[in-house]
């Protein structure tokens, strides 16, 4: 099946998710359900536009390519000019606040980066195949359903301004699917990004994320294969590698944080050791080339929520690594990317997202030995340093 941008963001997003937009805004539920399918479509809206010619998608190209982009630069980057009219959009369709839709905006912006860079890494996208590869997706925004006027207009507008500005369309070539896009076993990668304005449901939202309701198969991306041996492939079809998932398919229920905190994380924010104070967060690794957590990591990172609520000047960096198997090109990104889905776990648990910084070293600085099994599972983990108290 042909793969359709929009339902892999709007996967992401949970019913628990929209009900606490609608808990955290005044606004009503349906309101909040509309200002969240609006929101996708807007933002899909504004990546096509801004991916429409070569010039654009370069720009959207280095955006994606870059961990240190948050907030407002992130927006722009991704959307260009349009990203305060897209607002307006999603605010005069689904008659939500303006302040609303901005939330809305900031929660979704850096789920919809995820599955996108992710794309561009499993087809190994340059600038004009990643303007092809959008320019396939208008087919599944302009059929959507609930597409608002505004947007279809403002959709049909761009696409006369590129006609006379370029006088003809590039023509790339590029996988239809992900097995077609990789012999090889895989890795993946992410960015983060902080809320569009200071409200506190772009932060609720952003983790919830909203890669969930239609559930699409991981993605791909190039690595060599892990010393161990390879699944046995799905009958009936050629031999795949493991494949990485989407960052918010990371396990997130939303649920009260009850467990009691230990001294092991909490030393660490009453403690008097000097900044940044790092240390590993227990139990946060994964699986080999996912986003995919092991046991008993959902259990810290409720506990990390829960202590930076309880010091709301705290700060932290998360840094994310893999094992040693595959290069540092795709290593890197995806230990971004490993970063970025702890962050989004945290921010949807209250914590502000610019609180939490997320940076990837991919193999670098090992913990354990990487020529065995258990050692490459250690290596696969997140650190986090207090930068502040």
Known sequence: MAFNIIEAVEAQVTPDT??????????????????????????????????????????LLSTLQSPALRGGNL????????????????????????????????????????????????????????????????????????LPRGLSDYLGKEKEKVVEIEGQKDVGVYPTSLREARPHAVHAKKSSLGPLVALAIGALLLGAILFALGRRPPAPQVSRPEPPPVEAPVAGRPEIPKAPEPVGKTEITGAAIEKPKTDELSSHFKGTAALPDRFKLPNVNFQYATLNMTEGGKATV?????????????????????????????????????????????????????RIETEGKGEADPIAPNDTKDGRAENRRIEASILQR
């Open 75 to 146: 927006a722009t980057g991704l959307l260009g000019d349009r990203a305060d009219a897209l607002t307006d959009s999603v605010a005069s369709s689904s008659g939500v606040s303006r302040g609303a839709a901005s939330g809305v905006m900031s929660a979704l912006l850096p789920l919809a980066a995820g599955v996108l860079g992710r794309e561009v890494l499993a087809r190994k996208l340059d600038a004009g195949g990643l303007s092809d590869f959008l320019q396939s997706q208008k087919q599944h925004l302009t059929a959507h359903p609930n």
């Open 302 to 354: 409720d506990e990390l929520a829960s202590l930076m609520k309880e010091n709301p000047s705290s700060r932290v960096r998360l840094t994310g690594y893999t094992d040693a198997a595959g290069d540092d090109a795709v290593n890197v990104p995806l230990s971004r990317q490993r970063a970025a889905a702890v962050k989004a776990m945290l921010v949807e648990r209250g914590v502000d997202a610019a």
């Open 18 to 59: 929209v009900d606490r937009i609608a808990g955290s805004t005044g606004e009503s539920p349906p309101k909040a359900r509309a200002a969240t399918s609006a929101g996708v479509l807007a933002i899909i809206t504004g990546l096509i536009q801004r991916g429409s010619n070569r010039s654009g998608a370069a720009g």
